[in-house]
T-cell receptor, first 111, second 120 residues
Framework: GENVEQHPSTLSVQEGDSAVIKCTYS??????FPWYKQELGKRPQLIID?????GEKKDQRIAVTLNKTAKHFSLHITETQPEDSAVYFC??????????FGGGTRLMVKP | SAVISQKPSRDICQRGTSLTIQCQVD?????MFWYRQQPGQSLTLIAT?????????ESGFVIDKFPISRPNLTFSTLTVSNMSPEDSSIYLC?????????????????FGPGTRLTVL
């Protein structure tokens, strides 16, 4: 089955700096890679996703890149703000409609 | 995005009892799932709820402990049976659809708000 590794597990940045979270996956058949943000006590919320036919996708301060050859994808947050503080989960979705989640990254943005 | 609701939002239960969690989606979906999330941990898939047939359980989860129903395309229940303190966790319902007629973007998976269960 699919295995998703996520790094780092915790990340602390100064407000205004960039944050990068990286994930690797094992199943080359995986074709869809969403990122979820989970604030304390809340449900995971989809913030951006990328499909296997695209190498990069951007939405304002958030971007995701995908390297299918190396089987890794990354989340980039620029100009971080305190409200970006949360736990971020990457996931890989295969043809069987199953999402496998990474272990999560706790991002702390210090004012 | 789809609206997924769960009931109850939280509960405190005695060991040995059972709790049934309800999940309602505001549009027809092709797949529904149940996850467990321990404090500070990632999401672990318990099972896929299949409409009109037995759920498909992941390794480590069994039907006798976590019976699941899905009588129609928008509703599912998860029961946590014969509870012990180790079952204390957040249980999340999730839904995905490949449909083009409904509100949910194909392949996008959404989550309910979760049910926080504490077993004493």
């Amino acid at each position: 089955g699919e295995n998703v590794e996520q790094h780092p597990s915790t990340l602390s940045v100064q407000e205004g700096d960039s944050a990068v979270i990286k994930c690797t996956y094992s199943d080359s058949a995986s074709n869809y890679f969403p990122w979820y943000k989970q604030e304390l006590g809340k449900r995971p919320q989809l913030i951006i996703d990328i499909r296997s036919n695209v190498g990069e996708k951007k939405d304002q301060r958030i971007a995701v890149t995908l390297n299918k050859t190396a089987k890794h994808f990354s989340l980039h947050i620029t100009e971080t703000q305190p409200e970006d503080s949360a736990v971020y989960f990457c996931a890989a979705h295969n043809a069987g409609n199953m999402l496998t989640f990474g272990g999560g990254t706790r991002l702390m943005v210090k004012p | 995005s789809a609206v997924i609701s769960q009931k109850p939002s939280r509960d405190i239960c005695q060991r040995g009892t059972s709790l049934t969690i309800q999940c309602q989606v505001d549009s027809q979906v092709t797949m529904m799932f149940w996850y467990r999330q321990q404090p500070g941990q990632s999401l672990t898939l318990i099972a896929t709820a299949n409409q009109g047939s037995e759920a498909t359980y992941e390794s480590g989860f069994v039907i006798d402990k976590f019976p699941i129903s899905r009588p129609n395309l928008t509703f599912s229940t998860l029961t946590v049976s014969n509870m012990s303190p180790e079952d204390s966790s957040i249980y999340l319902c999730s839904a995905i659809s490949k449909g083009v007629q409904d509100k949910i973007t194909p392949d996008t998976q959404y989550f309910g708000p979760g049910t926080r269960l504490t077993v004493l």
